[in-house]
């Protein structure tokens, strides 16, 4: 099944160490990443790769400079090194999304403001919102970028981000969800509830999996 709307932003690849990780990125897929910067306040700092159609790969990770623990780090702090952990979709109105959600049985903390320094030493700021549903345990968050320069507008594109896809022991109530939030994603049934996030490089195909690190195949 597939549906269509919000535009695919970014997606994110935990590591438990973020140097270690984009090494090991680039051993797999031959391209190098550059610095993102920290996010104050926090516990993250990421690594940042450009793919086509504005679109960017972030390698997300603890920031050994910081001894906090942020959403993201309560959420896929556990995973193992270059698994899926976030999938990000644009909006310029997160308040209409966020009541959307509410609306439909969804729940989240509302909408939140973040920023973090760039590798120029400029703040770099947008907003978020986080979601979460009982019957659904792995969904995509939002985020607007308001006035604050794109991270794709400084990378130049390396990859090809590939149609996300959803395992879900539920597809079509998933689905169901997903459309009505605008959410542009494939949805399979499965026997474990996942999130495969792939990209395409030099003519080959890597796929990252919550359960599984980036490999090519």
């Known amino acids: 099944m597939r549906n269509s709307g919000l535009e695919l932003d970014h997606i994110g690849l935990w590591c438990s160490d973020v140097e270690a990780g984009a090494r090991l990125f680039s051993n797999v897929t031959s391209i190098e990443t550059e610095d993102g910067g920290s996010h104050a ?6 690594r940042l790769v450009g793919a086509e159609n504005g679109q960017y790969v972030e390698l997300i990770g603890r920031d050994p400079k910081q001894n906090v623990e942020g959403a993201i780090i309560q959420q896929v702090g556990s995973q193992h090194s270059l698994t899926s952990c976030l999938l990000a979709y644009r909006t310029s109105d997160l308040e209409s ?18 920023q973090r320094a760039g590798a120029d030493g400029l703040a770099i700021s947008w907003r978020l919102l986080f979601i979460s549903h009982p019957d659904h345990p792995i969904l995509p ?5 308001g006035s604050a320069p794109h991270p794709s507008t400084r990378l130049a594109p390396a990859v090809e981000v590939c149609d996300p896809t959803f395992l879900s022991k539920s597809p079509d109530a998933l689905h169901n969800f997903l459309t009505k939030l605008g959410v542009s994603a494939s949805v399979t049934q499965a026997p474990e509830h996942d999130l495969h996030l792939s990209v395409k490089a030099g003519g080959q195909t890597f796929l990252a999996s919550k359960q599984r690190g980036l490999s090519r195949i």
């Open 41 to 46: 306040g926090q516990g993250t700092c990421n």
């Open 97 to 114: 999304l966020n009541a959307t959600v509410l609306h439909l049985g969804g729940r989240s903390a509302g909408v939140q403001s973040m």
């Open 141 to 145: 968050f939002f985020i607007d970028w």
